[in-house]
């Protein structure tokens, strides 16, 4: 349930209000927008008298939610979120471009990518140091010490660090991350979900392979039921029976989920489409489409790559396509 307040109340009756639902064992999260301030209602909300409620002389206008998701859902906060890493804001016109290699292979690997992608306009690193593999053969990546060498790049060109954590126990590890990314694979681990909770820095959260819209909210939910709000969404292509791409990108998903959700929604082309020459056109298909930022893998040397080669640009096509993004974002402005 959500409750509009009128403009202009005073803070005293606002928290009496606060406080009279909260009696009624209601958790009340407070969105003080420029024009509004919306109260959301969190719990068993059947025990209080719309009518009123609606009633009181502070109060605007009361509405049920009827969609699972409240912590996220617009509703419950009418204005976009904008995250904040470092000086970097993402979310509500604030578009911002992540860039990195798919796994952190070596120092020079990922400080030569972390110069090149920050110099064509990148204000976040991307770079796995672990790695989910379909096989368990493959390249699994540095762990620890790819997290020290992202540090590295990071002391070298100042660009926050997006990595992605698997299993909760390596938490402790990601303590000096900027960005904590959980993957496509992981969108649903509810245990790590919940502890995510309690870490105070951005979650980047990618949509499951086959997962719903509603499913991927519901994640999101999760973590911010938990008490982290500072989440960001992420499509990077879901299970079809298209061939020749190794997802398909879900686009309308991008306006989709700003209707439904206020939080900022960032869209990965480079598992979306798994080859290389797709990334540029997608990126800019998703920049027109409104999404709040892209995440794209870049390599200095794709043919030898560890982990997704084939999908990297090099730095130079990586430099190519922001010039585009940016001229996108000229005209959609
Ligand atoms: C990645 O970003 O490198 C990755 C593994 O992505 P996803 O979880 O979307 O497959
Ligand atoms: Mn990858």
């Not at 307040?5 to 009279?20: C, D, F, N, T, Y």
């Not at 999760?222 to 008490?227: F, H, K, N, Q, V």
Request: aromatic content about 4%; overall charge negative; charged content about 25%.
């Amino acid at each position: 349930m959500i409750v509009v307040l009128k403009h202009g109340v005073s803070e005293e009756k606002k928290q009496q209000l606060i406080a009279w639902l909260q009696a009624l064992g209601l958790r009340i999260h407070i969105s003080d927008g420029e024009f509004q301030t919306v109260l959301g209602l969190v719990g068993d909300t059947s025990s209080v008298d719309m009518d009123l409620v609606e009633s009181l002389d502070i109060v605007d206008s009361v509405k049920r939610v009827s969609e699972p998701f409240k912590m996220c859902n617009r509703k419950f906060h009418p204005e976009s979120m904008v995250v904040e890493v470092g000086d970097v804001k993402i979310g509500a016109g604030n578009f911002v471009m992540i860039a990195g290699p798919c796994s952190v292979e070596s120092e020079e690997q990922i400080v030569t990518v972390a110069k090149a992608v920050k110099a064509a306009g990148a204000k976040l690193m991307r770079g796995g140091a672990f790695k989910p593999r379909t096989s368990p053969y493959d390249f699994a990546g540095l762990k620890a010490e790819g997290l020290e060498l992202l540090k590295i790049a990071r002391r070298e060109t100042g660009l926050p660090i997006v990595t992605e954590l698997m299993n909760i126990n390596d938490l402790p590890l990601f303590e000096d991350v900027d960005v904590i990314q959980i993957g496509a694979r992981n969108m649903q681990n509810f245990d790590l979900l919940r502890e995510l909770g309690h870490v105070d820095k951005p979650i980047l959260l990618k949509r499951g392979l086959a997962n719903t819209l509603k499913e991927l909210l519901m994640s999101a939910e999760y973590i911010m039921a938990s008490g982290n709000e500072q989440v960001m969404l992420c499509e990077r292509g879901i299970r079809t029976f298209s061939d020749y791409t190794r997802n398909t990108l879900d686009l309308s998903a991008v306006p989709m989920l700003h209707e439904l959700s206020h939080l900022p929604v960032i869209v990965d082309p480079s598992h979306a489409t798994g080859i290389a020459k797709l990334v540029p056109p997608m990126a800019l298909a998703a920049t027109a489409g409104g999404a709040d930022g892209l995440i794209i893998e870049v390599h200095n040397d794709p043919i030898h790559a560890l982990c997704d080669g084939a999908q990297s640009l090099r730095p130079e096509e990586f430099a190519a396509l922001a010039e585009k993004v940016r001229a996108i974002r000229e005209v959609i402005a």
